[in-house]
């Protein structure tokens, strides 16, 4: 089975600064995908970025990039510039290439806080 | 830009009784999705369902749970008599059209609390 880990449970980052969130999975499989997921106060599921394990290219999504080491399973993501409403709970998950209805596998999350 | 919204927000009901969770996924999407969030711990699958039927389920999703689509557009959990640790956020997603892989995108939940 597919699991993510999430091993900081919180980090804090001061407005403007760069901040890093780390992410490690454990699969056996070649064909699969990351995301990162925000979840604010309101604890809706945001969608932050994907990135498809078979591309070597890490993803970016504006302020928002991962870092993606296949070979270390390693999946982190950074915030550049860091803003107020960057602070949230954001989760690392897993879905199985294989099966277009797999399920997402879910770390633990970490709180990020956001200091003016 | 489409989303996945659910009903109602909050949900509050006695233990022993049954309480049904609504969702309209994103109206091109043909997969469909349950999470459960206690308070406090990460994000559970419950269940797909794709053509209809269920296609995977969790250990969580016991007899007491079931889904239906009754129609077009609403997808819906039912919890068929509740019990006090099915209080929970209860999200619903949906992804997946013809064209290939899917990001699953999660409605903002519905928060239920069994007294």
């Known amino acids: 089975a597919q699991t993510v880990t999430q091993s900081q449970p919180e980090m804090s980052v001061q407005e403007a600064e760069t901040v890093t969130l780390s992410c490690t999975y454990d699969?056996?499989?070649?064909?699969?995908?990351l995301f990162w997921y925000k979840q604010p106060p309101s604890r809706q599921m945001i969608l932050v970025i994907r990135?498809?394990?078979?591309?070597?290219q890490n993803a970016t999504e504006n302020r928002f990039s991962v870092n993606f080491q296949k070979a270390a399973k390693s999946f982190s993501l950074k915030i550049s510039d860091s803003q107020l409403g960057d602070a949230a709970m954001y989760f690392c998950?897993?879905?199985?290439?294989?099966?277009?209805?797999?399920?997402?596998?879910f770390g633990k999350g970490i709180t990020l806080s956001v200091r003016p | 830009e489409p989303e996945v919204t659910q009903t109602p927000s909050h949900q509050v009901t006695q233990m022993g009784q049954e309480v049904i969770l609504r969702c309209v996924p994103i109206s091109n999407h043909l997969y469909f999705y349950w999470y459960r969030q206690i308070l406090g711990q990460k994000v559970e699958f419950l269940v797909s369902?794709?053509?209809?039927?269920?296609?995977?389920k969790s250990e969580i999703f016991d007899d007491q749970f079931s889904v239906e689509r009754p129609d077009g557009s609403n997808f819906t959990l039912k919890i068929r008599s509740t019990k006090l640790e099915d209080s929970a956020m209860y999200f619903c997603a949906s992804g997946g059209t013809s064209g290939g892989p899917e990001t699953q995108y999660f409605g903002p939940g519905t928060r239920l609390l069994v007294l």
């Open positions: 998950a897993y879905r199985s290439g294989t099966g277009a209805n797999s399920k997402l596998t």
């Open positions: 990135q498809e394990a078979y591309k070597q």
């Open positions: 369902f794709y053509n209809n039927e269920i296609s995977e």
């Open positions: 699969t056996s499989e070649s064909d699969y995908y």
